[in-house]
């Protein structure tokens, strides 16, 4: 929850941080605010929405107050400093997170052609292309595609701040028979799917989803297998938006649907501590389901995307990706009903950085996710306030 040392705070739906301190003639110093009650806290304005204020504390972190606790001194100059500022607002989502998310009939395949010359079959649903280079069933066609719609829809109504609107282009996805041709498109050794940011398209091996070609039959057991594509085109849907994500959140939000159960075109969100525990023990062969490793939080939350690259290469991949969902999950639960997750409020603040150096952009992407994630807290109380909550669910996290 969201940490305070004096005022009783309560999340509110809008966004108030500093990154969105707009332009004002002068820098916002620190000045005493005092609640309905008489208690006070000197702290630095950042910005205020209709109902909402977010103040800066000593430590950096970023508290949000309701403008009515405030006294009326407060809140006059709240008004004042609003009238200056109209752009401060943000509207978050306060809403839970659905509890059942459905593509509809858009998996349906719409267009299915065959180009000779390329010796490639297309695939075309109402917002995905598929190319692959075997023929599919239509009927497997459809069930890939309508996995893709449906992650679409979850990632369009799921409270996280982020506002997803497909391309006007479909999302490209290749899909290849062997490992070698996966390989040889730029598929990454070892892996049965991947997301290429440079080029805007998801590639898959057909073979590591349980289709393949023995016989000359088709073999088919790809639903079996849908966490890689769910987990891939959540990376892909979210690649507009993904500059300023760390890889720990990018990684965890794609592991965390692909944890969730799925069916016939439908996602549930139903009990989802309890799927994510079924889902990271499904690597964890021969090993204790109740005692789970992690990766120290101070090592994750930092990581970049090459040290990620590097950490998983290694021959306990998915401790990595583990430690990123069980984290993803703990700061999407993390706040009262009704209120915007902490992942909202930090998703939507970090869309705001525009520092074209990427190493500035990073850093600032750090501090946010100190003031408004970690809010005050140290990497190892932190851990300690989610190992105690695993501790309720008779689960031991190990930090190594």
């Not at 309701?66 to 400093?81: F, H, S, T, V």
């Not at 306060?94 to 267009?111: M, R």
Request: net charge negative; charged share 20%.
């Amino acid at each position: 929850m969201l940490r305070v040392l004096k005022l009783p705070l309560v999340f509110t739906g809008f966004l108030l941080v500093s990154s969105l301190c707009a332009e004002a003639n002068e820098p916002e110093k620190p000045r005493q605010w005092t609640d309905q009650k008489g208690r006070s806290l000197v702290a630095t304005l950042v910005s205020a929405g209709t109902l909402s204020v977010d103040l800066r504390r000593d430590d950096g972190s970023i508290i949000s107050i309701p403008i009515r606790q405030l006294n009326e001194k407060g809140q006059a100059y709240i008004d004042n400093w609003r009238s200056r500022h109209p752009e401060s607002a943000k509207e978050l989502p306060s809403t839970p997170w659905p509890t059942t998310i459905s593509a509809a009939d858009n998996g349906s395949i719409l267009l299915q052609d065959h180009n000779p010359h390329t010796h490639r079959w297309r695939y075309r649903s109402k917002h995905f292309e598929l190319i692959s280079n075997i023929e599919l069933p239509e009927n497997t066609a459809r069930d890939i595609a309508t996995v893709f719609e449906a992650t679409l829809a979850v990632l369009q109504q799921a409270p996280i701040g982020i506002a997803v609107t497909p391309p006007e282009n479909p999302y490209r996805v290749e899909l290849y028979d062997t490992q070698k041709s996966y390989q040889d498109a730029g598929g990454t050794k070892g892996s049965g799917g991947q997301y290429l940011p440079q080029r805007n398209v998801m590639l898959l091996a057909l073979d590591n989803l349980g289709i393949e070609n023995q016989a000359d039959q088709l073999r088919l057991d790809h639903e079996n297998n849908s966490f890689i594509l769910k987990h891939e085109v959540t990376h892909q849907i979210l690649n507009d938006h993904a500059a300023n994500i760390p890889v720990w959140l990018s990684e965890g939000l794609a592991e965390y649907i692909a944890a969730a159960p799925y069916r016939d075109g439908t996602y549930h969100f139903h009990r989802m501590t309890e799927n994510l525990l079924n889902y990271v023990n499904k690597w964890r062969f021969r090993e204790d389901p109740r005692k789970i490793p992690i990766v120290p939080l101070e090592v994750l939350m930092e990581m970049s995307f090459p040290q990620w690259r590097m950490a998983v290469a290694g021959n306990k991949p998915y401790i990595n990706y583990n430690s990123a969902a069980l984290l993803a999950h703990f700061f999407l639960s993390d706040h009262a009903p009704g209120t915007p997750s902490p992942v909202a409020r930090y998703l939507s603040a970090i869309q705001d950085i525009r520092e074209t150096d990427p190493r500035f952009r990073r850093r600032k992407s750090l501090d946010l996710q100190s003031q408004m994630l970690l809010q005050g807290r140290s990497y190892q109380e932190l851990q300690a306030e989610i190992a105690e909550k695993w501790l309720e669910k008779n689960v031991e996290l190990i930090f190594q």
